[in-house]
């Protein structure tokens, strides 16, 4: 059996708490994270914010052969702390300043004190992002239709 990138990435627990704080960071709304990081730290550009198109894939029935769906705006930033630490982003749509904050959040993570970074920033956005979740099922469990069949003296 072949190992395929997602169980790799489950088999190191670092990697994959990285993993889940780029895509909360990367979801996030921008406002919010700017509310959440209104200081930017001292930090050197690797990467200056860029917007680019990545094409998107998808699978018949998620599992059948792949197959371009489109492309979708992203802009990308890399950063590195005065501490030394490398962050990257890569968030959906043109907001620069969106993609500079995840960037310098994904270093800021990897770095001491992290605790209250998880606790003051990644904690909310979370919660945020189940409540939204929340609300989108609960809109969708209200259009929820049951359907029965009932026995006809006929068919027996």
Request: aromatic share 4%.
């Amino acid at each position: 059996m072949q190992n395929s990138p997602d169980t790799v990435a489950l088999a190191d627990p670092a990697q994959a708490a990285r993993q889940e704080w780029m895509a909360v960071l990367a979801k996030a709304s921008p406002a919010r994270l700017a509310e959440l990081l209104p200081k930017l730290p001292a930090h050197e550009l690797l990467r200056a914010p860029e917007i680019g198109a990545v094409m998107v894939r998808g699978r018949v029935g998620g599992t059948g052969a792949p197959f371009n769906l489109g492309e979708m705006t992203v802009t990308r930033c890399s950063v590195k702390l005065a501490a030394g630490s490398v962050g990257h982003a890569f968030v959906q749509g043109r907001d620069k300043s969106h993609a500079l904050r995840a960037a310098l959040l994904d270093a800021m993570l990897q770095a001491t004190g992290a605790a209250a970074l998880e606790a003051e920033v990644l904690a909310p956005l979370r919660q945020e992002a189940k409540a939204r979740r929340d609300l989108r099922a609960e809109k969708a469990a209200a259009t929820r239709v049951e359907f029965f069949t009932l026995m006809r003296g006929e068919d027996k």
